[in-house]
């Protein structure tokens, strides 16, 4: 059974849906945020969207919104949220990207949900219930070496800069079956549904991941930053797995 905080969650990822549609593929104007990247109007609108949703069935919860910032930051409750997550793909009207809604208790992530209506796909997760994709309970695999494993990589610019980290990437590359690399949501959905395996990236924000690391635990895997520590409000990187044997093989690798 679905928790109020759940469906409330489900709700607002429905109203973004609305928006999202409304402005895809409509050549929205972009602007430049202080941090170089690119905003729409499609990002506020649809974060004003979610935000109602929520706030108006959670009026004490706090909200950390990628185009609105924090509000009630000491609130129990936090909900942190990245209305389109991958903007660049959404300007250039190709559909890698995603809405990504969590819910944090504390310094807890307890929920997730991550939609990409464009794309056809959603996954949710609540702590405790399990992971679902597209409604159906969904599982990570079993693999736990890395020569039958595949490895998606995402943003990478950081890791490139370190000398011990990038050949710790060659080396991982070498011995995985396979590489991909799918990026944003995508390969994250993959990997809770058992369709790859291994996840690396260097460049992230906490509101791309936290609700997809919710989900890929859920599905039984391990969602950690590079060094093995669990994501939190200042976590920049993702080593994620299907199983921890391949997840401390990976790391060992990378040079952590």
Not at 78 to 88: A, E, N, R
Request: aromatic share 10%.
């Amino acid at each position: 059974m679905q928790s109020q905080y759940l469906e409330t969650a489900l709700a607002a990822a429905r109203a973004a849906e609305t928006v999202v549609r409304r402005y895809w593929q409509q050549n929205v104007e972009i602007e430049i945020k202080e941090d170089a990247t690119p905003v729409t109007v499609a990002d506020v609108e649809t974060e004003k969207a979610i935000k109602a949703v929520i706030l108006d069935a959670f009026p004490d919860h706090g909200f950390y919104g990628e185009e609105t910032g924090k509000t009630r930051p000491d609130a129990e409750f936090t909900w942190l949220v990245d209305p389109i997550d991958g903007t660049k793909s959404f300007v250039r009207e190709y559909p890698f990207f995603s809405t990504q809604i969590a819910l944090m208790h504390g310094d807890e992530i307890i929920l997730g949900v991550s939609s990409a209506p464009v794309f056809g796909e959603y996954a949710y997760a609540e702590k405790g219930g399990g992971a679902f994709f597209k409604d159906r309970a969904a599982r990570v695999s079993q693999i736990d070496t890395l020569g039958e494993a595949t490895l998606s990589v995402g943003n990478l610019s950081t890791l490139a800069k370190q000398p011990v980290g990038w050949a710790g990437l060659a080396t991982l590359v070498a011995e995985v079956n396979r590489t991909r690399g799918y990026g944003d949501f995508y390969h994250y959905h993959l990997l809770t549904r058992g369709a790859i395996d291994l996840i690396v990236e260097s460049d992230v924000n906490v509101l791309d991941i936290a609700a997809l690391s919710v989900i890929v635990q859920e599905a039984g895997g391990v969602f950690t930053d590079l060094e093995g520590k669990g994501v939190g409000l200042d976590t920049t990187t993702v080593c994620a797995a299907a199983t921890p044997e391949l997840h401390q093989i990976a790391r060992k690798r990378l040079g952590y």
